[in-house]
C-alpha cells in the first residue's frame, strides 16, 4: 500500500476516534496533541490491525510505535516500514 493512501485511511481512523474535523489532521500532526490518549492509542493499533492485516505481523502492532512516533507522518512511514512477513507453515498440518 502506498503511503499516501494509508496515511489518509490513518488519518479518518484518527478523526472518527479523537471526533475532530479530517481537516485538522496532516502528516505533521502529533495524535496526543489532538487529543489521544494511551487508550486512545490502543483504540487505534487494534482498528488498524483489524482493519488491514495483510500489513502487520501475527504480533500485530506494538503501542510503542505510535507513543515513540506521535506524528501521524511519522508513525504510518514507520508501520510500512516493517510489513508483515509471508506465514511460515512450521510441521504438517
Given at each position: 500500500?502506498?503511503?499516501?493512501?494509508?496515511?489518509?485511511?490513518?488519518?479518518?481512523?484518527?478523526?472518527?476516534?479523537?471526533?475532530?474535523?479530517?481537516?485538522?489532521?496532516?502528516?505533521?500532526?502529533?495524535?496526543?496533541?489532538?487529543?489521544?490518549?494511551?487508550?486512545?492509542?490502543?483504540?487505534?493499533?487494534?482498528?488498524l490491525?483489524?482493519?488491514?492485516?495483510?500489513?502487520?505481523?501475527?504480533?500485530?502492532?506494538?503501542?510503542?510505535?505510535?507513543?515513540?512516533?506521535?506524528n501521524?507522518?511519522?508513525?504510518?512511514?514507520?508501520?510500512?516500514?516493517?510489513?508483515?512477513?509471508?506465514?511460515?507453515?512450521?510441521?504438517?498440518?
Amino acid at each position: 500500500m502506498k503511503y499516501e493512501e494509508f496515511f489518509s485511511l490513518v488519518a479518518q481512523e484518527c478523526a472518527t476516534l479523537l471526533n475532530v474535523s479530517i481537516s485538522s489532521i496532516d502528516e505533521n500532526s502529533n495524535f496526543f496533541h489532538l487529543g489521544g490518549n494511551s487508550v486512545l492509542a490502543l483504540q487505534l493499533c487494534a482498528t488498524l490491525e483489524q482493519n488491514f492485516p495483510i500489513l502487520f505481523s501475527i504480533d500485530g502492532i506494538d503501542i510503542t510505535s505510535i507513543v515513540n512516533e506521535p506524528n501521524l507522518g511519522q508513525f504510518v512511514k514507520a508501520l510500512l516500514a516493517h510489513p508483515a512477513e509471508p506465514a511460515t507453515v512450521v510441521g504438517e498440518l
